[in-house]
T-cell receptor
């Protein structure tokens, strides 16, 4: 099956700093989404980005399908950005509509 | 527009009992998905329902089952509960059930099995 790995596993930032989170996947994918899981467990959609680049405020994401990775950029981080960030893919060679989640990056933003 | 809703928010059961978790999709969405997030195991796909039919299931035993109602809401039933079933159960919905659609998640139900 497909492997979805995220790095770094943990990240501690000071408020105002920038960060880059990475998601590597081992095979072709149909779909890639980035989520932020808040401390209460809610998964919040950040981006649907199977390819290309998108921006939403302080967040942006890029997926390079030929090299099988996606990046999530967080600029001017705030304490409310803390939580776990997941990427999830729909594997081209697997069952459709089944999201396979990465291992997550735990982000802590300190004031 | 209301998002995906789940009930209850928390559920405490003892080993061997049955648990029923409920999910209402975003209005207009026909597909419902269930995922389990257990400590140390990450987020794993459980079940997918579309138009009242089970379309796909993950690598879980048959005591995990569910159904989708005509109004597209869904139930997840877990029979003969085991301690390792303690987890956050997340429901998601998508518009038409086609591939490459965005899935939107609910707040989850925390199940604790004692």
């Amino acid at each position: 099956g497909i492997q979805v790995e995220q790095s770094p596993p943990d990240l501690i930032l000071q408020e105002g700093a920038n960060s880059t989170l990475r998601c590597n996947f081992s095979d072709s994918v149909n779909n890639l989404q980035w989520f932020h899981q808040n401390p209460w467990g809610q998964l919040i959609n950040l981006f649907y980005i199977p390819s290309g680049t998108k921006q939403n405020g302080r967040l942006s994401a890029t997926t390079v399908v030929t090299e099988r990775y996606s990046l999530l950029y967080i600029s001017s981080s705030q304490t409310t950005d803390s939580g776990v960030y997941f990427c999830a893919v729909e594997w081209y060679g697997g069952a459709t509509n089944k999201l396979i989640f990465g291992t997550g990056t735990l982000l802590a933003v300190q004031p | 527009e209301a998002g995906v809703t789940q009930s209850p928010t928390h559920l405490i059961k003892t080993r061997g009992q049955q648990a029923t978790l409920r999910c209402s999709p975003i209005s207009g969405h026909t597909s419902v998905y269930w995922y389990q997030q257990a400590l140390g195991l990450g987020l794993q796909f459980l079940l997918w329902y579309d138009e009242g039919e089970e379309r796909n299931r993950g690598n879980f035993p048959p005591r995990f089952s569910g159904r989708q109602f005509p109004n597209y809401s869904s139930e997840l039933n877990v029979n003969a509960l085991e301690l390792e079933d303690s987890a956050l159960y997340l429901c998601a919905s998508s518009l038409l059930g086609g591939s490459q659609e965005t899935q939107y998640f609910g707040p989850g139900t925390r199940l604790l099995v004692l």
